[in-house]
């Protein structure tokens, strides 16, 4: 196989695999933070806090993986 089919290759997987991961780590967290927000009603705003500053923590690291992900695509 072609180098840059390759890059093109393993990109598209990379991708895939980190639209994957980040979806299916938030699906968790709000899972678990509507357990919580069910479980402690008056601790609802605590647990939205905390469930917001880490969903935005897990967009962060999938929008890296994808900015890697289209540098390795544009550098082959």
Do not use: H, N, W, Y
């Given at each position: 196989?072609?180098?840059?089919?390759?890059?093109?290759?393993?990109?598209?997987?990379?991708?895939?695999?980190?639209?994957?991961?980040?979806?299916?780590?938030i699906?968790?967290?709000?899972?678990?933070?509507?357990?919580?927000?069910?479980?402690?009603?008056e601790?609802?705003?605590?647990?939205?806090?905390?469930?917001?500053?880490?969903?935005?923590?897990?967009?962060?690291?999938?929008?890296?993986?994808?900015?890697?992900?289209?540098?390795?695509?544009?550098?082959?």
């Open positions: 196989m072609e180098s840059v089919a390759l890059a093109f290759l393993s990109a598209g997987i990379g991708a895939a695999g980190a639209v994957i991961g980040v979806g299916m780590g699906g968790k967290l709000a899972a678990a933070a509507m357990e919580g927000i069910a479980r402690q009603p601790a609802s705003g605590d647990i939205r806090g905390a469930m917001i500053l880490t969903a935005a923590l897990i967009e962060g690291v999938g929008v890296i993986a994808l900015i890697v992900c289209l540098l390795l695509t544009f550098k082959a």
